[in-house]
């Protein structure tokens, strides 16, 4: 098991500007990919930004522009910076990642931050 501690999650405006956190408590150069989806309601998890342990980043095209994900190997940490955030932003924000164990590649998921937006 891994375990992610999330934070920074909180009410934000439409437009305005949120950062999310995710701290692993283990390495960080441990993990192949590391990201974030968003669960809206009534709406399935979708993956919103991930980023490899190159550095390649992939956004979904409904944040692309405006959310910047980053991986800091020094400080350990995970964030997602969100700008110009929309009403439809609001919902459950899961930081995973993923590594191998066993030759089995593996996903594992922070408990989730709440991002309500207020209208």
């Known amino acids: 098991q891994v375990q992610l501690v999330e934070s920074g999650g909180g009410l934000v405006q439409p437009g305005g500007s949120l950062n999310l956190s995710c701290v692993p408590r283990?390495?960080?150069?441990?993990?192949?990919?590391t990201g974030w989806y968003r669960q809206s309601p009534g709406q399935e998890r979708v993956q919103v930004a991930s980023?490899?342990?190159?550095?390649?980043?992939h956004y979904a095209d409904f944040v692309k522009g405006r959310f910047t994900i980053a991986r800091d190997n020094a400080k350990e940490i995970l964030s997602l910076q969100m700008n110009s955030v929309k009403s439809e932003a609001m919902g459950f924000y899961y930081c995973y990642v993923k590594k191998f164990a066993d030759w089995t590649l593996s996903a594992y998921w922070g408990q989730g931050t709440l991002l309500p937006v207020s209208s």
């Open positions: 980023i490899v342990s190159g550095g390649r980043t």
């Open positions: 283990e390495s960080i150069g441990n993990f192949i990919q």
